[in-house]
């Protein structure tokens, strides 16, 4: 049983494009996360979600929008894709208080050209 | 703001052989934890050894251990007996304590990089 999954794994798209990545998890945690890691490997916090509600917002540029329609998901839409947001996207959740570690997704590369 | 610093971009050691990786952090936390992770090439992000802050006693998990300098601001990881399997990105993070705000956010190091080599 996969605790935490990202789909799809993979996404090639152009530029000027709107896409969405989603995100389950099936392990009852309260919050979840986006974390973006360039081309670097640098692993850099994009939004959390505890209990449906945003609680922190990285300067993210607007084109990305985070979508909860409960806490066992946290869905990833970008609008109008641009080159510089390639990049591997890793779903997170986590047990706020309780139990500090967060299960990752395996990730989800895309691919802006 | 927190920082954490990784100074080694990348290291290698021979199989079976003890390797020890490096990381600073900044913080004016009193309570928090710190992380290693560990990121193969399959990119799977998986936890090899969490610390708590207000904890004294460095945390073991096999051959993993760290040694926590809580006033140098301080966590190493050390790896015993290196296996081929070993070799992976590896990222030190800290988190800070308690609810609201950013808990639960993990602020990453920039990684280094290790080779085991037969």
């Known amino acids: 049983d996969t605790a935490v999954s990202q789909t799809p794994k993979y996404l090639v798209t152009q530029m000027g494009n709107d896409k969405s990545i989603k995100c389950e998890q099936n392990?009852?945690?309260?919050?979840m996360y986006w974390y973006k890691q360039d081309s670097k490997k640098f692993l850099k916090i994009m939004f959390s979600?505890?209990?449906?509600?945003?609680?922190i917002n990285e300067t993210v540029p607007n084109r990305f929008s985070p979508k909860s329609p409960d806490k066992a998901h946290l869905n990833l839409h970008i609008n109008s894709l641009e080159l510089g947001d390639s990049a591997v996207y890793f779903c997170a959740s986590s047990l706020l208080g309780l139990d500090t570690e967060a299960f990752f997704g395996q990730g989800t590369r895309l691919t802006v050209v | 703001a927190q920082t954490v610093t990784q100074s080694q971009p990348e290291m290698s050691v021979q199989e079976a052989e003890t390797v020890t990786l490096s990381c600073t952090y900044d913080t004016s936390e009193s309570n928090y934890y710190l992380f290693w992770y560990k990121q193969p090439p399959s990119r799977q992000m998986i936890l090899v050894i969490r610390q708590e802050a207000y904890k004294q006693q460095n945390a073991t998990e096999n051959r993993f251990s760290v040694n926590f300098q809580k006033a140098a601001k301080s966590f190493s990881l050390k790896i015993s007996d290196s296996q081929l399997g070993d070799t992976a990105m590896y990222f030190c993070?800290?988190?800070?304590?308690?609810?609201?705000?950013?808990?639960?956010?993990?602020?990453f190091g920039k990684g280094t990089k290790l080779s085991v080599k037969p």
């Open positions: 993070a800290f988190m800070k304590e308690g609810y609201g705000g950013s808990q639960g956010n993990l602020i």
């Open positions: 392990l009852g945690h309260d919050t």
């Open positions: 979600y505890n209990n449906k509600e945003l609680i």
